[in-house]
């Protein structure tokens, strides 16, 4: 008994579960098992091993001496002991079969088989019947446990079991067509198998369901009908050859479910009966399971004229009607089948095998009727392939396959424990215990097992996902199979039928970017064709071809760039949008590529606030403090990729002509700011450091906004309005500050002008008082004696939208202040200024309009244009901000409807004139985003006209209605203007 004890400790030590049990069965081997004891250890399960091999030793007391003389056959053998039980089993019944492990190699399986039952390859059987299914299982089993050996002991890769799996289930169903044919007389009809789904790819697993169709011709002279009742009954024959129960079990079931019409159709058909249903009747899941079919039995000549001929259907399904829709339908019907144990389906459940198979199948039907490449049965060579040809990144490709091959090997362990059909992941700890253990986890079996299960569903489910719902996969599937291929000869054809006006250089753009066999050109092949498609539906398809070559000249080498458009759809449709209506939005693209990335949400085109722009832009100034060169030429380029957002969101109608207005006002005072900034610290730590002898600042300096800056209201084309102010500093001298606060000034004004490929930003301070005539920076103190002296009533006007933009913000308040003392008038306004007012606006009517203009197409100067709305809201505020503080405001629309809620503007005039203000400010944004340069009248040219319209949201026909509307909303606007103005 204390031995038994100490046995028994000894054994737990050594990793067994149950030391006791463990130790009574070395004891009743009477020392046999001893010196095997140590080659358990390592195994997945070493009591299941132990138990196992206990059993065989008392079968055949000479395994243990087989065993210790072959040290490759003892690794084989308690590797599988150590994970099924039911090939134990196996083994415990026919222990001879251990000498197979001794084999690294066995011969042809079909061969083998077929002499188990007695044939020869092609014959049937001349084993009795019984015999012969007893045989079959025999033999079956014993290549199943040599192949387990060397799986387990990793001497076969999974791709590598699953292909052999396969191949002995196409011997065994061959060698149970030769025990069928000794029971069919059926020597007038030639039968052939074809293998579907995992047979059909070579990817079986250890047990399963083995799809098949059965193809069936008449010999010469025979009757149809006749041979195919006895192709019927062969193959009904074979079928039960498989799954019958003898002493050995049966194999698998082998399952026609996908023949035509399922289970209710007929068994065997013809080829030209296949052939008619699946072009007149088939489903879309028909096809995609017809992409694995495989001749595995049988007559292998029909069978291979069946795959030739099904293929050409295969490979055009992706052009029928709702393709892509109907396989992703079908995946979500498949997933809310799936019952309570979901989350642990290897198979069904979310990250399982059929999510990647599903993807990648998916992938394949869309691009595979166009790349030849792409014709594999098999997950992983299609998955490799798709990764080869762009349609799948390598990141992604490397992502499933290995979840792929982690989540095959799992099925495989759980199958071969008791050779029963599962894909369910266990919750018992021992269960997961011989998992981890088999996959080689010593340390934390159970935990490891499971983190990495789930982390490859994860990713799994995760890229699933991202490539199964791809809209490119739409797109594509939709393009007439000569759009797609690209040929130089019906390319330019198609092109011009696309609206394409230079064909032939749009082919030169094309060609440079698909020519090759670069990683980069093969996505462009993958891409254009549908680009090109979504380019024709934009105003100006060549300009968009143009500029998606320039942008993928500069990117194409990018990683991230071709991987973005390839697998974020919205990203790709709507560069193409941009690039085919703003050679404005294009030329920025040009130098900011990488703000392509910005393309793939609306939360990305969404406005930003002043706070966070400006923490950016002062960020880039302090990184090149000693450089103020290059610290505003990193502004500048932060303000050119704000100003793409901002012209994105607007093509796109996120945004509304105010907010546009609002941020590229804002955009203008941060970039002010920061040079301002930049400009600071040039001009008084050189220049002025030598004449003052301090690098402090001798005044306060501010910047206030003028004009269409002042009111927040810049288009893209808008220079910065404004007027210089400085304070001097207690204790220096007025001339030292003034030359200070010029230095600054001009220097401010150099850093923005300096030759770059970013937007310039002009600097224009000529409303200030004295015009270009009067110094460009003038103390408070200075304007202030100014305005009080010589001030006429349109520098009031003027100063209606002053507004703080940059710089010392008291000063800025404190100049705020005084402006408003005169612009806001107690009293109102003089009737003698009224008039002057209104002498000025038909002054500048008359004089001010281009030469050759057409005054009714002009958005500023023309009747019902931005100018009268402007005037309009300015003379109220003129006359009545002083007593109704509502009207004080900068911006034009504020004032129009603080003026309706005061009582002196009707809400329906209101009404008209803020329509025909946003009317005319979205036309001038919208010359400058498509034309690229600034202009304010509606182009008289119709194929401009046509493109501003399209731009503002008019289908192609719609310019005239555009025009039409411009006419209408600016006739109303004026004699709305002309009755409230000029009363």
């Known amino acids: 008994m204390p031995r038994i004890e100490s046995t028994a400790a000894r054994l737990a030590k050594l990793g067994f579960a149950d030391g006791a049990r463990a130790a009574r069965l070395v004891g009743q081997a009477g020392g046999e098992l001893d010196d095997l004891l140590e080659s358990l250890v390592d195994v997945a399960d070493p009591d299941l091993a132990l138990a196992s091999l206990a059993?065989?030793?008392?079968?055949?007391?000479?395994?243990?001496?087989v065993l210790r003389e072959?040290?490759?056959?003892?690794?084989?053998?308690?590797?599988?002991?150590?994970?099924?039980?039911?090939?134990?089993e196996h083994l415990v019944r026919h222990p001879k079969q251990v000498a197979l492990l001794a084999e690294p190699r066995l011969g042809d399986p079909r061969e083998e088989l077929l002499r188990a039952v007695g044939a020869d390859p092609g014959c049937e059987a001349r084993t009795p019947p019984a015999d012969a299914l007893t045989a079959l299982r025999v033999a079956y089993r014993g290549r199943l446990m040599h192949l387990a050996a060397r799986d387990l002991t990793g001497q076969a890769t999974p791709a590598e079991v699953m292909a052999e799996l396969s191949d002995l289930a196409g011997a065994a169903l061959e060698a149970a067509l030769a025990i069928a044919r000794a029971e069919v007389d059926a020597a007038d009809v030639r039968l052939a198998v074809i293998g579907m789904g995992k047979c059909g790819a070579r990817e079986l697993n250890y047990i399963s369901d083995v799809d098949v169709v059965f193809v069936a011709e008449p010999r010469e002279g025979a009757d149809e009908a006749k041979a195919l009742r006895s192709a019927t009954r062969l193959a009904q024959a074979m079928m039960r050859a498989c799954s019958t129960t003898t002493p050995e079990g049966s194999l698998w079931e082998v399952d026609a479910g996908l023949r035509p019409e399922g289970r209710s159709g007929p068994l065997v058909r013809t080829l030209a009966s296949h052939l008619a249903y699946y072009r007149r009747w088939a489903k879309t899941w028909e096809f995609?399971?017809?992409?694995?079919?495989r001749p595995v039995a049988g007559d292998l000549e029909l069978g291979a004229a069946y795959v030739e001929a099904v293929n050409e259907l295969v490979w055009s399904a992706a052009t029928r009607e709702h393709f892509v829709e109907d396989v992703q339908a079908m995946r979500r019907r498949v997933e809310s089948h799936v019952r309570a144990e979901g989350e642990r389906q290897l198979k069904l459940g979310p990250g399982g095998l059929r999510d990647i198979e599903f993807a990648v199948q998916l992938l394949q039907l869309v691009h595979g009727r166009l790349d030849p490449l792409l014709r594999r049965r098999g997950t992983l060579p299609a998955l490799a392939a798709l990764s080869r040809g762009g349609y799948v990144g390598r990141d992604d490709s490397r992502g499933l396959a290995e979840?792929?091959?982690?989540?095959?090997?799992?099925?495989?362990l759980l199958q071969l424990h008791r050779l029963r059909r599962t894909h369910i992941v266990p919750e018992d700890e021992a269960d997961l215990r011989r998992l981890g253990r088999a996959m080689g986890m010593q340390a934390d079996p159970v935990g490891e097992f499971t983190a990495r299960w789930r982390r490859h569903a994860m990713e799994a489910r995760r890229l699933h996902e991202k490539l199964f719902y791809r809209p490119l996969l739409q797109a594509v599937a939709r393009l007439p199979e000569s759009g797609a291929r690209l040929s130089a000869s019906a390319a330019a054809a198609r092109l011009e039928a696309l609206g394409y006006d230079d064909p032939t250089g749009a082919l030169r753009h094309i060609a440079a970017l698909t020519t090759g066999v670069s990683r980069r050109a093969a996505i462009q092949r993958t891409l254009l064709p549908v680009m090109l498609g979504w380019f024709a539906d934009t105003p100006d398809p060549d300009a968009a071809l143009l500029g998606f070559r320039q942008v993928s000249d500069k990117l194409g080498s990018t990683p991230w760039y071709l991987r973005l458009l390839r697998d974020e759809t919205a990203v790709a449709a709507r560069m193409a949008r941009v690039l085919g209506t703003s050679r404005y939005a294009t030329g920025l693209l040009m130098h900011a590529p990488d703000a392509v990335a910005m393309l793939g949400s609306d939360e990305e085109l969404a406005v930003r606030s002043r706070e966070s722009l400006l923490g950016e832009a002062s960020a880039a100034v302090s990184r090149h403090a000693g450089d103020p060169e290059t610290a505003v030429s990193a502004v500048r380029a932060l303000r050119r990729k704000e100003l793409f957002r901002t012209a994105v969101a607007d093509i796109f109608a996120l945004v509304?002509?105010?907010?546009v207005g609002t941020a590229l006002s804002r955009l203008t005072d941060v970039t002010l700011q920061a040079a301002l900034q930049a400009a600071l610290q040039a001009a008084l730590q050189a220049a002025l450091h030598a004449a003052l002898g301090t690098s402090a600042p001798p005044t306060s300096f501010?910047?206030?906004?003028m004009g269409r800056l002042g009111g927040m209201e810049c288009s893209y084309a808008s220079d910065a309005d404004v007027m210089f102010v400085h304070s001097p500093l207690p204790g220096v001298d007025e001339r030292e500050a003034t030359d200070a606060a010029h230095a600054v000034a001009n220097e401010l004004r150099r850093l923005l002008s300096l030759p770059a490929p970013d937007p310039p930003l002009a600097i224009d301070p000529d409303l200030r008082p004295e015009g270009r005539q009067g110094p460009l920076v003038r103390t408070l103190a200075s304007y202030r004696a100014y305005y009080a002296r010589w001030s006429s009533p349109w520098e009031a006007q003027a100063l209606l939208r002053a507004r703080f933009s940059a710089g010392d913000p008291e000063l800025g308040a404190a100049f705020v202040a005084m402006a408003d003392e005169l612009r806001y008038p107690q009293d109102g306004l003089r009737d003698d200024a009224v008039r002057e007012i209104r002498r000025l606006k038909a002054r500048m009517e008359a004089e001010r309009l281009p030469r050759g203009a057409d005054?009714?197409?002009?958005?500023k100067l023309g009747p019902g244009g931005l100018s009268d709305v402007e005037w309009v809201a300015q003379l109220l505020q003129l006359r009545h901000a002083g007593a109704l503080p509502a009207l004080r405001t900068t911006r034009t629309l504020e004032a129009l409807r603080a003026a309706v809620s005061e009582g002196l503007l009707d809400p329906?005039?209101?009404?008209?004139?803020a329509e025909s203000w946003r009317f005319a400010s979205r036309i001038r944004d919208a010359i400058m985003l498509v034309k690229a340069r600034p202009g304010d009248s509606v182009p008289r040219d119709s194929r401009e006209r046509a493109l501003i319209a399209q731009a503002l949201g008019y289908p192609p026909d719609g310019s005239e209605d555009f025009l039409d509307d411009y006419r209408r909303v600016t006739r109303r606007a004026r004699q709305v203007m002309e009755r409230v103005f000029y009363a």
């Open 55 to 65: 059993r065989l030793a008392e079968r055949e007391p000479s395994v243990p001496r």
């Open 855 to 859: 005054p009714a197409l002009h958005t």
């Open 70 to 88: 072959n040290a490759e056959l003892r690794a084989g053998l308690v590797a599988v002991l150590g994970v099924s039980a039911a090939l134990g």
């Open 702 to 705: 501010a910047i206030i906004a």
């Open 656 to 659: 509304d002509i105010e907010t």
């Open 403 to 412: 979840a792929y091959t982690f989540l095959r090997q799992v099925e495989h």
């Open 288 to 293: 995609q399971a017809l992409l694995k079919a």
């Open 908 to 913: 329906a005039d209101e009404e008209v004139l």
